[in-house]
């Protein structure tokens, strides 16, 4: 077999470019047929988002054939998975797996990399390793595994990096960090660990809709899941929330912040705070029951964010 010639960094300022600043990170799609995934992807495209996002859960669709699934359904969509566990498959697959979906897809693919969450590592079998030592062992197989194919340009990939250790690991091992369920005032603290290179690319849950009690009540049933997490409770204490914010389904302060809520013009704010602290990209996830409601609040949210 013929020696090939390394490929060439990521260029960051071209794959910032490529993201777009506004994406959408959708959950729903783990849950849904292709055929109603391929509608989605299309409706996103039309509507000018720059990048779809896409989580993986032990029960859901495996994030690289998902991906492929997308990219399929997309002209020039950037895809990204948010996050694909480490715990989910080996480096190497996770490698050569990239890599194949990259050059298929001519470079519109990112590959976002997590250490996921005690109870769902258990739940697959797996021991839960310490998470900054874990991840970085995992990149340094990743990086030793050889890949055949043509390859014209490394994949972008990014980690689900929320405190100062792991998003020091983001900025030095990867081309930035994809942090999930913060504040502005993370992204702030984040910019300033990273730098003013990496790729710093928040996610932002909202709910979209004026009603204060009905918006927030969505919002507490959506964030439920992460208050019982350790590695969310854990950032946001750092934030200088206390454990009883976390009460009785988060106190509106806490809620407020981490899921706004309201019309597409004052969320569309809360958007550009996480940009004035310093993100390049936002994934925008709207929280609402059926895909098809979602997809509606981002054509609502679109005028106010992607122009």
């Known amino acids: 077999m013929a020696d090939r010639t ?34 989605a992807v299309t409706a996103i495209e039309e509507l000018g988002y720059g990048t779809l996002w896409f989580g993986e859960v032990p029960a859901g669709k495996e994030s690289l054939a998902h ?11 950037m895809i990204a998975t ?26 519109r693919f990112v590959l976002g990399l997590g250490v ?27 990086d030793a595994t050889p890949f055949a194919a043509p390859l014209p340009g ?16 983001a900025a030095t091992r990867a081309q930035g960090a994809h942090p999930y369920f913060v504040t502005p005032e993370h992204t702030r603290r984040a910019r300033e660990v990273l730098g ?5 690319a928040p996610e932002q849950a909202v709910v979209v809709d004026t009603d204060p009690e009905r918006a927030r009540a969505t919002a507490r049933e959506y964030a439920a899941v992460y208050l019982a997490l350790p590695n969310y409770l854990g950032n946001l ?3 200088g929330y206390s454990d009883s914010d976390f009460d009785s389904g988060g106190s509106d302060a806490l809620i407020d912040a981490v899921v706004p809520w309201g019309d ?42 992607t122009h």
Do not use: C, F
């Open 82 to 107: 948010g996050i694909a566990s480490i715990y989910g498959r080996d480096a190497t697959a996770a490698a050569n797996g990239a890599n194949t979906l990259s050059e298929a897809w001519q470079n």
């Open 264 to 305: 597409p013009q004052t969320l569309g704010e809360h958007i550009r705070a996480h940009y004035r602290a310093g993100a390049d990209h936002v994934a925008v996830q709207p929280i609402a029951q059926t895909l098809d409601r979602q997809l509606e609040d981002l054509r609502r949210l679109a005028p106010a964010l």
């Open 116 to 142: 996921s969450h005690l109870p769902l590592v258990s739940s697959r079998g797996h021991d839960y390793g310490k998470p900054v030592a874990t991840m970085r062992a995992y990149l340094d197989a990743m």
């Open 196 to 200: 003013p290179g990496p790729l710093l």
């Open 237 to 239: 204490r750092e934030l």
């Open 6 to 39: 390394a490929p060439p960094p990521v260029d960051l300022p071209a794959l910032k470019q490529r993201l777009g600043r506004t994406g959408v990170w959708l959950a729903s799609l783990s849950t849904v047929s292709a055929d109603e995934e391929r509608r």
């Open 154 to 169: 490394r994949v972008p990939r990014v980690l689900a990096a929320l405190r100062p250790k792991m998003l020091e690991l």
């Open 67 to 77: 991906a492929a699934v997308l990219l399929s359904a997309s002209r020039h969509l």
